[in-house]
């Protein structure tokens, strides 16, 4: 496995981790009430876990898997892909920061924009690669 596909699929690991330990506070939560404001924490626990983790491992198995080329550099220019995992970072944590200040600020808007450059940068790195193999 490629050392960026490792990255990618640790940091989904991590998005992963703390996703899921949101959710564990909240249906702990409903269970016994210890804190009624934890409710609202329902839009970071999806991002972590929708954004952070499903989108993120499947942008670093894709990295990995996707046809290679057959001369040196086998998975092309990597900018695409580098770029990619730090828009997708950021714009994940611009948006939890956005929504524990306020749901409707401007970091939520910024963290969506950068999750969407990361989406079209990722795509402009691995669309080259989409090819068949004949034979």
């Known amino acids: 496995m490629p050392r960026l596909s490792q990255w990618y699929v640790r940091l989904a690991l991590i998005h992963f981790l703390l996703g899921f330990t949101v959710g564990g506070l909240m249906l702990a939560n ?18 972590l876990l929708l954004i952070g983790w499903m989108v993120q491992l499947t942008m670093g198995v894709a990295f990995w898997i996707m046809p ?8 092309g220019n990597e900018t695409g892909a580098r770029v990619a995992i730090v828009l997708l970072n950021a ?3 611009l948006v939890i920061t956005g929504s524990l200040i306020w749901p409707q600020s401007w ?16 795509a402009w790195h691995i669309w080259p ?7």
């Open 30 to 47: 409903k269970g016994i009430p210890f804190h009624p404001a934890l409710w609202g924490w329902l839009p970071i626990h999806i991002e």
């Open 129 to 135: 690669r989409v090819v068949g193999r004949e034979g």
């Open 91 to 93: 714009g994940v944590w």
């Open 68 to 75: 290679r080329y057959w001369v040196p550099p086998r998975r």
């Open 107 to 122: 970091l939520v808007l910024l963290g969506r924009l950068s999750e969407v450059g990361a989406g079209l940068t990722f």
